[in-house]
């Protein structure tokens, strides 16, 4: 069965710090990997997608990487500010040949204190 | 583009009622789901429809049904309103290629008492 295990489950900082989130997944065969943004009150939004072949991909102060040997996958906030207080879910995609059924993880819900 | 619309946002209802959450996407995507999530568990799939016309069960279908009325449109109904379907509702649309995103909308909180 697919699985994706996030950790940690919560997580404090204070603003302008850095954090790293990570993911582990059992998903075969491996199709993406995708990190969602979900704000409270709010539907999940895609931070970044990694596909197999790629190691690391940024966006803004946000960086993914992947490592397909060992299934692992860490999101890296930099200089942290109060609106990446959110829950942060890891989602990895198989080749189903059919239906894309996403497996999601449980997320990290991080809170940047000022 | 409005994206992903979902009505209502809230409501409360009483064990054994019944509700139609309503779902629309003007993205012309294939693909839409049903999801609900809850604390500490994640989103978990409900149902799926692959395309106009078709429609798939997910992890946790039971006690719901859905409709695909068209491309645009997708409703979820609970027959039987139980405590237990307390959640939070997410639909989600999605393209056709391989690495596209799942786009999803505000979310309906439903409280059953």
């Known amino acids: 069965k697919n699985q994706v295990e996030q950790s940690p489950q919560s997580l404090i900082i204070l603003e302008g710090k850095n954090c790293t989130l990570q993911?582990?997944?059992?998903?075969?065969?491996?199709?993406?990997l995708r990190w969602y943004k979900q704000d409270t009150g709010r539907g999940p939004v895609s931070l970044t997608i990694?596909?197999?072949?790629?190691n690391t991909k940024s966006n803004g102060r946000y960086t993914a990487t992947l490592d397909a040997d060992t299934k692992q996958s860490s999101l890296h906030i930099t200089a942290s500010q109060l609106s990446d207080s959110a829950s942060y879910i890891c989602?990895?995609?198989?080749?189903?040949?059919?239906?894309?059924?996403?497996?999601f993880g449980r997320g990290t819900s991080l809170i940047v204190h000022p | 583009n409005a994206g992903v619309t979902q009505t209502p946002k809230f409501q409360v209802l009483k064990t054994g009622q019944s509700m139609t959450l309503q779902c629309a996407q003007d993205?012309?995507?294939?693909?839409m789901y049903w999801y609900r999530q809850d604390p500490g568990m994640g989103l978990r799939l409900i149902y799926y429809s692959a395309s106009e016309g078709t429609t798939d069960k997910g992890e946790v279908p039971n006690g719901y049904n859905v409709s695909r009325l068209n491309k645009r449109e997708f409703s979820l109904r609970l027959e039987s309103a139980a405590p237990s379907q307390t959640s939070v509702y997410f639909c989600a649309s999605r393209g056709q290629s391989n690495y596209n995103e799942q786009f999803f909308g505000p979310g309906t909180r439903l409280t059953v008492l």
């Open positions: 990694m596909t197999f072949s790629e």
């Open positions: 993205m012309n995507h294939n693909s």
């Open positions: 989602v990895v995609s198989d080749y189903t040949g059919g239906s894309y059924i996403p497996t």
């Open positions: 993911c582990n997944y059992t998903v075969s065969p491996f199709s993406n």
